[in-house]
C-alpha cells in the first residue's frame, strides 16, 4: 500500500538556524517552530497550547534559510516527517520525530526579513519618508456621490 507523508506550518523560529556541513559537502540548517493552538475550553476560558517541532533543511533552501531567517521570524514550511532512532553510549534507547523542510515561505512582511540581514534604516531615511507623505485632501460636501 503506498504512504503519504506531507507536513504543513506554520509557526515562529525558536532560535537562531544552525548551518552545519555534512560530510558530502551538502549543507544542512538545524530550526525549531513553535507552532501555537488557541482555543476556549467549555468553562470559557482561553488558552493556548504551544508544540515546538525541530526542522531542518538541506541544500539551498538551507542557505537561504540561515541568511533571512532569525529567532521570533514567522515561517510556513512544507515537509515530510523523519523518524530517528538510536542508542547512546549508555545504551539507552532515544527517539526524535521532526520535518525536513521540501519548500518553505516567508511569513510577515519584508522589513522582517531585512532586519536578518541589514542594520536598521538611518535617521536620514525616515525623514525622507516622512518628507514623502502625501497631504491631506479637503473634500467638500457636494464632491460625495451619494
Known amino acids: 500500500m503506498p504512504g503519504f507523508n506531507r507536513v504543513l506550518l506554520l509557526g515562529n523560529l525558536t532560535r537562531d538556524p544552525v548551518l552545519k556541513q555534512l560530510p558530502t559537502q551538502t549543507q544542512v540548517v538545524e530550526f525549531g517552530l513553535a507552532i501555537n493552538r488557541k482555543f476556549r475550553t467549555p468553562t470559557g476560558e482561553d ?83 516622512e518628507k514623502r507623505k502625501p497631504e491631506p485632501v479637503s473634500v467638500k460636501q457636494d464632491d460625495v456621490p451619494f
Not at 53 to 67: P, Q, R, Y
Not at 103 to 111: A, D, K, M, P, W
Open 47 to 129: 488558552r493556548v497550547d504551544t508544540v515546538f517541532v525541530g526542522c531542518s533543511a538541506f541544500g539551498k533552501l538551507a542557505d537561504t534559510i540561515v541568511h533571512y531567517c532569525h529567532k521570533g521570524r514567522p515561517l510556513f514550511v512544507e515537509g515530510r516527517l523523519r523518524y530517528d532512532a538510536w542508542e547512546d553510549k549508555q545504551g539507552g534507547k532515544h527517539t526524535k520525530l521532526s520535518v525536513v523542510v521540501e519548500n518553505f515561505q516567508f511569513v510577515g512582511s519584508r522589513e522582517d526579513s531585512n532586519r536578518a540581514v541589514t542594520a536598521p534604516p538611518a535617521k536620514s531615511d525616515s525623514r525622507r519618508a
